[in-house]
């Protein structure tokens, strides 16, 4: 569908922040506002799990509780970019971060209902 390049992971000490951009590309690529636009982490030995999630036009978001409070995704449609402000992070949210975008479905909580997906960033967090 579009090509995602994620950017912004890093190392941090617990109770930091990070900022993590999501750049879409691509000739099939119309207007950002027409994806679903979603973050996803796996940790080592873990299956990839939900973060966030934010939908079409209206932006309503969505987020998984273990991160809801701390974490904030906003979209730039002009700029094609979208972006997942991490406060306060934890150890456990260590992991490598996803951003995933999808044209036609309506889900987005599973990995299967996105099209697209990024490289990966790294996230570590130190305690």
């Known amino acids: 569908q579009v090509q995602l390049v994620e950017s912004g992971g890093g190392l941090v000490q617990a109770g930091g922040s990070l900022r993590l951009s999501c750049a879409a590309s691509?000739?099939?690529?119309?207007?950002?506002?027409?994806?679903?636009m979603g973050w996803f982490r796996q940790a080592p030995g873990k299956e990839r799990e939900f973060v966030v999630a934010?939908?079409?036009?209206?932006?309503?978001?969505d987020y998984a509780d273990s991160v809801k409070g701390r974490f904030t995704i906003s979209r730039d449609n002009a700029k094609n970019t979208v972006i997942l402000q991490m406060n306060s992070l934890k150890p456990e949210d260590t992991a490598v971060y996803y951003c995933?975008?999808?044209?036609?479905?309506?889900?987005?909580?599973?990995?299967?209902?996105?099209?697209?997906w990024g490289q990966g960033t790294q996230v570590t967090v130190s305690s």
């Open positions: 995933a975008a999808d044209l036609y479905g309506s889900d987005y909580r599973k990995v299967r209902d996105f099209g697209s």
């Open positions: 691509g000739r099939t690529l119309s207007t950002l506002s027409s994806y679903i």
């Open positions: 934010i939908r079409r036009s209206g932006g309503n978001t």
